[in-house]
């Protein structure tokens, strides 16, 4: 294996991981910002009707 994977996964395994993860990668961003509404209309509409298609464009 690589020496590289090898220290990763040993990193993965200490207790410290998460916060340290968490430090860097934050899931709570300030700012929230709201989501437009007719956007999310659309997005439910799409997913009702099974338009795949929009639904992902």
Known sequence: MNRWIELSIE???????????FQVYPTIPEGIREINK????N????????????LIR
């Open 11 to 21: 990193y993965a395994n200490q207790s410290s991981y998460l916060d340290d993860l």
């Open 43 to 54: 997005v439910e509409r799409f997913f009702d009707s099974k338009d795949n298609y929009n």
């Open 38 to 41: 007719e956007i999310w209309n």
